[in-house]
C-alpha cells in the first residue's frame, strides 16, 4: 500500500496549493511559468542524464522505435518544451473573468466568475513533453496537478518535474502545486481513479486502452479525450478536385493522430468520375484500401472490407471506401460508427451543407475542408490540453477555458427568502 | 437479466430518439409541452388511481409520513405539474444559440452552437413530480430521457409517462423520446449506470446515499448533485440585526433543503452582543443546538459539538455553532468541511467580503444574503434540475442551459492542413 499513502500525500498537499493558486495573480503565474523555461534550459543536461536511463531500460524491455522516439529527449527538445512554457505565459489568463452578471428584483447582484478546477489529475503514456505541457497548462489555469505519466519515463519525469517545479516554487508558486506519482505499479493508477477526496477531475491523454480504462473505473470526473473515427463524404456536387484534396489531406498528411479520416464516403453519382483516380493517388501514397462491392469495382487494389472495418480507427496508412446512394444513406452510415470526433462534408450544395451540420453528432463538423485542422492551435486556442469526444463539460479541442469551472459570487444587503 | 435487455431496448430506442429530437423546431417542442400539459390535466383521474396503489402498498411496506406526502398525488398536485409544463414552453429555447464565431486567417469559419446533451439518465426517489419535471426539461433541450424512479412510485410514474408521452407524440415529438425504466429491482440502477453506449449523462436526483451510488459506480459521466453542508459567517463588522435575520432565515426557513445552513461560525468579537439573543430565538423555533465549548457559556440549551457535527447535513432542526477568532479561522473552517455548495459572510467590511468571496471555493458564496437563494428559479433561470456541487460542466442551480453540450461547425472553401 506504499503508493496509497504517496496518492494520500500527494493529493493533500495538491489539494493545500490548489487553495492559493486559486488566489494568484497573472503576474506570478506568467512569472513563475517563464522561471520553469529557464530552469529547464539551464538544466537541460540533468534532464538528459535521466533519460538516458529511461532509454537504455526501454531498449532491453524491447519497446518499439517509435515508443522510443517519444520517450527519447535532445536539447533541442528539451528547448521546444520551454517553447512552450513561455507561450503559455503569454496567453490571456481565463482565472476571474466574468461570465454574467443578473440583477434580480429582490436586489441580489449575482455575478459567475471563472475559477479553477482546483486539482486536475493526468494520466499519460511514456512522452515527457506531457509533463511540461500539462503543468504549465495547469498553472496558468490556477490548477494543482497530479501527474501520472508512462512507467517508461519515470526517471524524465522524475527530473523534469524536479526543475520545473523549483523553477515555480522560487517564483512564488504555493509548494505542492505539482506532484508527480512515483509508484510506477499499476495499482497506483487505480487508486488514483478513486481519489476523490483530492481530485476534481482526470484528463486521460493516451490511446484508447488507456482512456477505456479510466473512463471503466474513475469515480473521479473525467474528460474523455480522443479515439476518433472520422468521415469524409464526397457529396454529388462536389467539387471533386477540392475533394481529392482535402479526401487525401485527411488520410494521408498523419494517419497517426485522432483528427485523421478512417472511412471515405463517396456518392454513388460521382463514384465513377471520383473514385478511379482517387484510388490511385491513395495507393501511390501507400494507403491500404478496403472498399465495400461498389468500390472494389473501381480499382485492383481494394480489398473487401467488413463490418469490423467501418468500426476501426486505423490510425495507419489504411482507408475504408463506401459508395452510398445519397446523403441520407451518408448519414446513417456515421451515426451509425462515428466516435463523434470529425466529420466533413465536401459539396456546393448548401443545403446539404447546412443539413450535415445540424445533423451529424460529432465535435466539429466540417464543410469543405479537411478534418485534420480539430487541434487547440488551428482553433486559435493558443494550447491544447486534448481534444473531448464527450459532450459534458468540454466537447473539442480543450484550450485553457476548458480547464475552468465557475462559482456564483452574489452581493445582498440583507435579503432573506419567504 | 430481464432488466438488462429492458435498458438495452429502451437506451437504443432514447438514443434513435435523440437525432431527430436535435433537430426539431423550438415550435414544436414548445407544442408538444403544452400537449403534454393538457393530457395530464384531462386524464388526473387515471394517474390518482394509479397513485392509490403506490400509496396503498407503501403503507404497507411502512413508509414515512414525508415519503408517503412525496409519493402522494392529488388533483391540485397534477394541475401544479400541468403548469410546470407550461412555464417551461414559455422559456427561451437554448439549442441553436451561437456562443461564439471565430475566422482563421486561413479563411476557415468556426462556428460553436449550443445542441443537446443526447440521451439523459435521471435516477430519483420516489417523487412522482420529478417525472414530469424531468421529462419536460429533457424535451425542451433536445434530449431524450430515461427515466428510474424509485420502485414506491412505480404504478404512478408508469400511468404519467403514458399520459405525457402520448401527448407529446401526438404532437410530433419522435416515439422513444420518453423511457421509463420499469424493472424495480435495484439491479436495473447498477446496470444503468454502465449504459455507455446509450447514455450521455445520468443526473441523480436525490439523498446522499443515491448520489453516492451513483457517483461510484457509474462509468457514464455524471453531474453530482447535492448535498450541502452550508455555513453563515458573522464577522466582526456585521450588521447584528441583519445577521440575526439571515442566520435565522437560512436555518429556519426550511431545514429539510440543501441550501439551509448546518454550521453558524461567529466572529468571537460580537459574540456577546450577537449570540445569547440569537441563541434564544433558535431554541423558540425549536432549533436543537450544538455549539464549541466558547458557544455552550451562551446559553444552556446548547449541547456540546463533536467533530462530527461539523461534518453533517442535518436536513433538520438542528444546527452547529463556532466561535472563531478571525475571518482566516472562518475560512479554515469551511474549507475543512463545506461541501462547497453555498456559503454566506454577514459584514460591513468590503475588503471581507471581498476575500471570503474570493478565497471560498463553492458553488455560490453570499455577502449579506441568505444561503436559501440557491435555486434555479431565484437565480432567474426558470426553471431546475437540480444544484451541481461538482465543478465539471456545471456548477450550482442548473437551468435550461445545463442540459446542453455543444459543437463546432466549420465552413471552408477547401482547406487542408499543411
Redesign the interface.
Given at each position: 500500500m506504499g503508493h496509497l499513502s504517496e496518492l494520500e500525500v500527494k493529493g493533500k498537499s495538491a489539494k493545500q496549493a490548489a487553495?492559493k493558486l486559486?488566489?494568484l495573480s497573472t503576474t506570478v503565474k506568467n512569472q513563475a511559468l517563464v522561471s520553469m523555461a529557464d530552469a529547464l534550459e539551464g538544466q537541460w543536461e540533468t534532464i538528459l542524464a535521466a533519460n538516458v536511463i529511461d532509454i537504455e531500460n526501454g531498449k532491453e524491455k524491447g519497446l518499439s522505435e517509435s515508443l522510443l522516439d517519444r520517450l527519447l529527449l535532445t536539447q533541442s527538445r528539451i528547448q521546444s518544451m520551454a517553447d512552450g512554457l513561455r507561450q503559455i505565459a503569454e496567453l490571456p489568463d481565463p482565472i476571474g473573468e466574468v461570465l454574467s452578471t443578473?440583477y434580480?428584483p429582490n436586489g441580489?447582484e449575482?455575478t459567475k466568475v471563472r475559477?479553477p478546477?482546483?486539482v486536475i489529475g493526468i494520466i499519460y503514456e511514456a512522452r515527457p513533453n506531457v509533463t511540461v505541457d500539462a503543468a504549465g497548462l495547469c498553472l496558468k489555469t490556477g490548477n494543482a496537478v497530479i501527474l501520472r505519466g508512462g512507467s517508461e519515463a519515470i526517471h524524465s519525469n522524475t527530473a523534469i518535474i524536479k526543475v520545473i517545479a523549483q523553477g515555480a516554487y522560487d517564483a512564488g508558486i504555493p509548494i505542492g502545486a505539482f506532484q508527480l506519482i512515483e509508484t510506477t505499479d499499476r495499482q497506483a493508477v487505480n487508486d488514483m481513479l478513486k481519489l476523490?477526496q483530492y481530485l476534481?477531475?482526470i484528463i486521460p491523454r493516451g490511446g484508447a486502452g488507456l482512456i477505456k480504462t479510466v473512463?471503466?473505473?474513475s469515480?473521479v470526473?473525467?474528460?474523455?479525450t480522443g479515439t476518433g473515427i472520422c468521415h469524409t463524404f464526397v457529396d454529388e456536387s462536389a467539387?471533386l478536385t477540392?475533394a481529392q484534396?482535402?479526401a487525401?489531406?485527411?488520410k494521408v498528411?498523419r494517419p497517426g493522430v485522432c483528427n485523421s479520416m478512417e472511412t471515405l464516403l463517396v456518392h454513388k453519382k460521382v463514384a465513377d468520375q471520383f473514385l478511379p483516380r482517387m484510388l490511385s493517388v491513395y495507393q501511390q501514397a501507400g494507403v491500404e484500401l478496403r472498399g465495400c462491392p461498389l468500390t472494389e469495382k473501381y480499382h485492383s487494389a481494394v480489398k473487401p472490407a467488413s463490418i469490423q472495418d467501418w468500426a476501426t480507427e486505423y490510425s495507419d496508412f489504411v482507408l475504408s471506401i463506401k459508395v452510398v446512394a445519397d446523403l441520407d444513406e451518408a448519414l446513417e452510415h456515421i451515426?451509425e460508427y462515428s466516435t463523434r470526433h470529425s466529420e466533413a462534408i465536401v459539396t456546393q450544395d448548401s443545403n446539404n451543407?447546412k443539413r450535415f451540420?445540424?445533423?451529424v453528432?460529432?465535435?466539429?463538423?466540417?464543410?469543405?475542408?479537411?478534418t485534420?485542422?480539430?487541434d487547440g492551435f488551428?482553433?486559435?486556442f493558443g494550447a491544447e490540453i486534448g481534444i473531448s469526444t464527450?459532450?459534458?463539460?468540454a466537447?473539442?479541442p480543450m484550450g485553457l477555458a476548458e480547464l475552468t469551472?465557475?462559482?456564483?459570487?452574489?452581493?445582498?444587503?440583507?435579503?432573506?427568502?419567504?
Open positions: 487553495r486559486a488566489t443578473n434580480r441580489l449575482i475559477v478546477l482546483g476523490n476534481d477531475v473512463v471503466e473505473n469515480t470526473p473525467v474528460i474523455e467539387d477540392m484534396a482535402i487525401y489531406n485527411a498528411s451515426a451543407a451540420q445540424h445533423e453528432d460529432a465535435a466539429a463538423v466540417y464543410v469543405n475542408a479537411s485534420r485542422f480539430t488551428e482553433f486559435g464527450q459532450k459534458l463539460h466537447r473539442g469551472s465557475s462559482k456564483y459570487t452574489i452581493c445582498g444587503n440583507g435579503q432573506i427568502r419567504e
